[in-house]
């Protein structure tokens, strides 16, 4: 770490299978891999971005979703700057699950930028849960809302700007 690395510490969150991995490796590495390795408990993925001349280094957190790693994900939790809640628009109990990820955060991690993604945007035949009615639970939650493709990379990069102006703003 370059000591004048600006850190931004984030957490991807959510059911199995939602595509969390797949938003990491394809904002760390930009590429889109099937069959890349589920995580187990935890993995950090790292990129580097410079902006306005600031080294930021971008930090990644990928979880496995099982609910029996709960305590052991919760170490990882100090000093996140944000936690990016992931569903899968084509399985409606992936968006249902929200409350529980959004649960976890609020006692495990506290005050962070949270925001809800609803990915796999590119599967349109499929689609379970409508743009409207996910927009309107996030804002409800207090949460900002956006729908990504890992497979196509649309959005991927706006997501994780949008936490990086965050917290160049701080
Ligand atoms: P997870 O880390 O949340 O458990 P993964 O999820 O990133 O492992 O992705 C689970 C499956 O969804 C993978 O399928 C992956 O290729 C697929 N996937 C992830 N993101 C997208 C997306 O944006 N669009 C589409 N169409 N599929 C996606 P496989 O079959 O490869 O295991
Ligand atoms: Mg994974």
Known sequence: MRPQDIKVKLLLLGDGRVGKTSLAVRYTHDKFTA???PS????????????NDKNIKVLVFDTAGQE??????????????????????????????????????R??????????????SDLKELRQVPYDEAEAYAN??????????????????????????????L
């Open 35 to 37: 069959n890349y390795k």
């Open 40 to 51: 187990l408990g935890v993995d950090w993925l790292i990129k580097r971005e410079t902006i």
């Open 68 to 105: 029996f790693l709960v305590g052991f994900r919760s170490r990882y939790y100090t000093g996140a700057h944000g936690a990016i809640l992931v569903y899968d628009v084509t399985r409606r109990e992936t968006f249902e699950n929200l409350d529980i990820w959004l649960r976890e955060v």
């Open 107 to 120: 006692e495990e991690v506290g005050e962070v930028y949270i925001k809800i993604v609803g990915n796999k």
């Open 140 to 169: 409800n939650e207090g949460a900002d809302y956006m729908e990504t493709s890992a497979l196509s990379g649309e959005n991927v990069n706006d997501l994780f700007m949008s936490f990086i102006e965050y917290v160049l703003k």
